[in-house]
Nanobody, 121 residues
Framework: VQLVESGGGLVHSGGSLRLSCAAQ????????IAWFRQAPGKEREGISC?????SANYANSVKGRFTISRVQNTVYLQMNSLSPEDTAVYYC??????????????????WGQGTQVTVSS
């Protein structure tokens, strides 16, 4: 099992980015998916997840701005209206589950390597 992330970078405040997470050697149909982020000196924060039915949850900090989706074996995070507070390393994660997803990092089995997102003011 391998998760390969891409799409991070530097963007101005108010801009958009789309992160991708390609799942290899696994069928995402059997997994809940999630995105986490970790800013310097802070705990890893769950920001969005989606279960097998397509239901999604979002942290209040990103609700209305970020959208999680999956197409075949790739997970996406569309991020709009970015602000400097969104600067962090972003990680995708999956867990083998048919239950509703949760934003708890300890519930996830496999992780991507992380991709840096920097938002300038």
């Amino acid at each position: 099992v391998q998760l390969v992330e891409s799409g991070g970078g530097l963007v101005h405040s108010g801009g958009s980015l789309r992160l991708s997470c390609a799942a290899q050697h696994m069928n995402l149909d059997y997994y809940a998916i999630a995105w986490f982020r970790q800013a310097p000196g802070k705990e890893r924060e769950g920001i969005s997840c989606s279960d097998n039915s397509g239901s999604a949850n979002y942290a209040n900090s990103v609700k209305g701005r970020f959208t999680i989706s999956r197409v075949q074996n790739t997970v996406y995070l569309q991020m709009n209206s970015l602000s400097p507070e969104d600067t962090a390393v972003y990680y995708c994660a999956v867990r083998y589950s048919f239950r509703p997803c949760v934003l708890d990092r300890w519930e996830y089995d496999y992780w991507g390597q992380g991709t840096q997102v920097t938002v300038s003011s």
